[in-house]
């Protein structure tokens, strides 16, 4: 499954480059992200928490960031649990804006195996732009009001073996299936989808 899009982040690229490294920025961004930890090379292992069929459960995987200064970023990655698995590439290409701000581009490529396999595409499109808007207004919200960490981040390596847990999250837990999609397609990205959520307990009942 592929697809493409864009987002429109208010601080410029440099400072939005450096949250998109930032193992404690992207904790927080990633929609159900439990954990996040460096294990160096541009990898981290991470876990996700999402509920299927009522049931709530954890779902861990790995992904690689590769990153091209100042503007390109790729993450690899993959991501299993009960639902189901995904493999997921997605590249991120920033600009600058007009008003000063960022136009961040995205290319994104996954694939799904297990339950996750008989959703519809259209549907999992559909839960992919949510979550990645929620996933960039997350990073917005960070860069914009924390712009001293962010850019410390920049030049600051984090070392292998901290691991980032994340509070609580006010807006509740998302779905499990669209969590792992987007997990995969972002190291970062997890999928919020009320209707995927429907049609994978309907799935888990048959």
């Known amino acids: 499954m592929k697809m493409t899009g864009s987002a ?30 460096p294990t160096g090379d541009g990898r981290y292992r991470l876990a996700v928490t999402g509920t299927l069929a009522s049931v709530t459960g954890t779902y861990d995987g790995e992904v690689r960031l590769d990153v091209q200064p100042p503007e390109l970023l790729s993450v690899q990655g993959r991501l299993s649990g009960a639902p189901g698995a995904v493999d997921g590439t997605v590249l991120m290409v920033l600009a600058a804006a007009e008003d000063g701000g960022t136009e961040l581009s995205y290319d994104v490529d996954v694939t799904v195996a297990g339950m996750l396999a008989g959703v519809g595409q259209r549907l999992l499109l559909s839960a992919v732009r949510r979550v990645l808007a929620e996933f960039y207004a997350g990073i917005d919200q960070a860069v914009s009001g924390a712009a001293e960490r962010t850019s410390a981040a920049a ?3 984090q ?3 901290t691991v980032y847990p994340t509070a609580a999250r006010e807006r509740g837990r998302p779905d499990a299936g669209a969590l792992l999609l987007a997990a995969a397609a972002g190291a970062v990205i997890a999928l919020v989808g009320v209707g995927i959520g429907r049609r994978l307990r309907r799935l888990a009942a048959r």
Do not use: K, M, N, Y
């Open 8 to 37: 429109s982040l208010r601080a410029e690229p440099a400072r939005v480059f450096a949250a998109l490294q930032d193992p404690e920025v992207l904790a927080e961004a990633v929609p159900g992200c439990e954990q996040l930890e």
């Open 155 to 157: 030049v600051t390596p």
């Open 159 to 161: 070392a292998s073996g």
